[in-house]
């Protein structure tokens, strides 16, 4: 079968599960992706009727898109007031989460090693991986919160985590591979160059809202007025990155600022838009949301596509993936005291493990930068990808129904 065959009947084959899985999400609360990542191991390794090798280049490109369109409207949805509110803890969460995930790994790693599953790499490459799998992925998170009936507070906690471990996962696998390649380690430049990475992010963000925010009103109720912003969120997410910032932090102050300007504005200019009439563009909405349902779907059924075959990789993400969530726990405990969540509201943070883009195209810089013995990373890191979604999808299910059976628990 030729590739753009393959192309046509995969389409088909992840816009069908995609659009039942949503409607089987609004019914039992089983979030749609799952059925989309068993879709994409039955369409490759079960049956391999796609080939997983044709898609694999796309994934870097694919993932930047998907992760600018989902963290825009994301954001464009937010109040700002709300996400301020659960930066603090948010912030604490991803920084416990983010480490004790390295801690779960290189546990792992020294237990799988001595039992012959992984071959002795070293304390360094052990924390480089557990760097790759550090962080909750906002393409996971933000479509799940938004269509579940989650609680607000713990919706925003969610996101924001989501979105501050990107740049977590980023600067600390670099540095790591940086430092196993050259064999020399400087303590501050982790933190100098996460701290540049939130700072640049921050204020490309604001500059492009700078340059968005007039084209509102001109663009509103246009037939391309979501066409030129989604292309403004691209070239933000892409100076961002070219500046050295972070690219999601970017969008989504922006997508922040421009979703809140009727009480942001009005401060600012209380002269100026005193009296200003704002406008949500619904059409524009509209729009987002078919073509966030277009990304979503194809980003899980290529995630289910890269599932590996060999048992033994199978075995060590499905491992690994409960490891994670074994260690998240401590990390929520601490993160949430003194907060007023309910045990449900706590179980479904414990349980919102899902990895998913930055792990994914993490993986191929080892053996893209020549890190030695990491031939097999970019499967076990699949598989882990896989089954800690397979744990959230469950754990979400299960909370939802317990949230129903019992709402005062």
């Known amino acids: 079968m030729d590739a753009v065959t393959q192309m046509i009947f995969m389409i088909a084959t992840f816009l069908l599960p995609g659009a039942l899985g949503e409607f ?67 912030f604490l969460l ?19 090693t001595r039992l012959g599953y992984l ?22 998170i933000i479509p799940t919160m938004s269509g579940g009936n989650v609680e607000k507070h713990v919706a925003h906690l969610l996101e924001v985590e989501s979105c501050m471990t990107d740049a977590l996962c980023v600067v600390v696998a670099m540095v790591m591979i940086d430092l196993i390649l050259k064999g020399s380690f400087n303590l501050g430049m982790p933190i100098q160059t996460l701290a540049m990475a939130v700072g640049i992010g921050i204020i490309v963000g604001v500059a492009g809202t700078v340059a968005l925010l007039p ?65 949500k563009n619904e059409a524009a909405l509209e729009i987002h949301d078919q073509i966030t349902f277009f990304i979503k779907s194809f980003f899980f059924f290529l995630i289910g596509l890269m599932f590996p075959t060999s048992p033994k990789m199978i075995l060590l993400g499905l491992v690994f993936a409960l490891a994670m969530l074994l260690f998240r ?26 990895r998913g883009m930055a792990a994914g195209v993490l993986s191929a810089l080892p053996m893209h930068y020549g890190v030695p013995g ?31 059976k019992t709402p005062n628990f």
Request: aromatic fraction near 10%.
């Open 374 to 404: 990491m031939e097999n990373l970019s499967q076990g890191v699949f598989s882990a990808i896989v089954f800690s979604i397979l744990i959230f999808t469950l754990g979400f299910s299960l909370v939802s129904r317990m949230k129903t």
């Open 24 to 90: 089987i999400f609004s019914r039992t609360g089983i979030p749609d992706m799952i059925w989309l990542v068993v879709t994409g191991i039955v369409a490759g390794p079960v049956f391999n009727i796609i080939q997983p090798a044709l898609f694999k280049p796309i994934i870097p490109f694919f993932g930047a898109v998907a992760l600018v369109s989902i963290l825009a409207g994301g954001g464009l949805k937010l109040r700002i007031s709300e996400v301020a509110e659960a930066a603090p803890r948010a």
């Open 329 to 354: 726990i401590p990390a929520v405990a601490f993160a949430l005291i003194g907060a007023k969540f309910r045990f449900h509201q706590q179980s479904l943070i414990a349980v919102a493990i899902p």
């Open 119 to 140: 071959q002795p790499v070293g304390l360094p490459v052990w924390i480089m991986v557990g760097a790759i799998l550090g962080g909750t992925s906002s393409l996971v």
């Open 215 to 279: 084209l509102k009103a001109p663009l509103l109720g246009k037939p391309h007025a979501y066409t030129v912003f989604l292309a403004g969120f691209l070239v933000i997410y892409g100076m961002a990155q070219l500046l050295g910032g972070n690219g999601a932090l970017s969008v989504l102050a922006t997508a922040l600022i421009i979703g809140n300007d009727k009480d942001i504005l009005p401060r600012i200019f209380p002269n100026r838009f005193r009296g200003y009439r704002f406008v």
């Open 94 to 112: 991803a920084i416990l989460g983010f480490v004790l995930t390295i801690v779960a790994y290189c546990l792992f790693a020294h237990v799988a």
